[in-house]
């Protein structure tokens, strides 16, 4: 059974910094892509930021670019988003996920299987 729990999220101010990071369980961690997704009150969930297996290749939503950074620690089975200069509109619950087979980078939402609960992220204005 794979696991994902994320940490990290909190409160801060425009402007500010925030990092996630994401622990997976399981001994082929390194062989699938990873997503963060996130999901604001009322709105559906989006992909934020997605990473291949080996982290060679990287995608990340308009809204972000420039500001948020994947990566990924295969020897610690850990997945990370940096996030900087915050906005007011990344105000959401983020989730990390893990594709379904296969190491390509995935950007949809179907593409995912497994998922964690999720953290909070809160930008104040």
């Known amino acids: 059974q794979v696991q994902l729990v994320e940490s990290g999220g909190g409160l801060v101010q425009a402007g500010g910094s925030l990092r996630l990071s994401c622990a997976a369980s399981?001994?082929?961690?390194?062989?699938?892509?990873m997503g963060w997704f996130r999901q604001a009150p009322g709105k559906g969930r989006e992909v934020v930021a997605a990473?291949?297996?080996?982290?060679?290749?990287?995608y990340y939503a308009d809204p972000v670019k420039g500001r948020f950074t994947i990566s990924r620690d295969n020897a610690k089975n850990m997945v990370y988003l940096q996030m900087n200069s915050l906005k007011a509109e990344d105000t959401a619950s983020y989730y990390c996920?893990?594709?379904?087979?296969?190491?390509?980078?995935?950007?949809?939402?179907?593409?995912?299987?497994?998922w964690g609960q999720g953290t909070q992220v809160t930008v104040s204005s």
């Open positions: 996920a893990r594709a379904q087979a296969g190491g390509a980078i995935a950007t949809s939402e179907r593409r995912y299987n497994y």
């Open positions: 990473i291949s297996w080996s982290g060679g290749s990287t």
């Open positions: 399981g001994r082929t961690f390194s062989t699938y892509a």
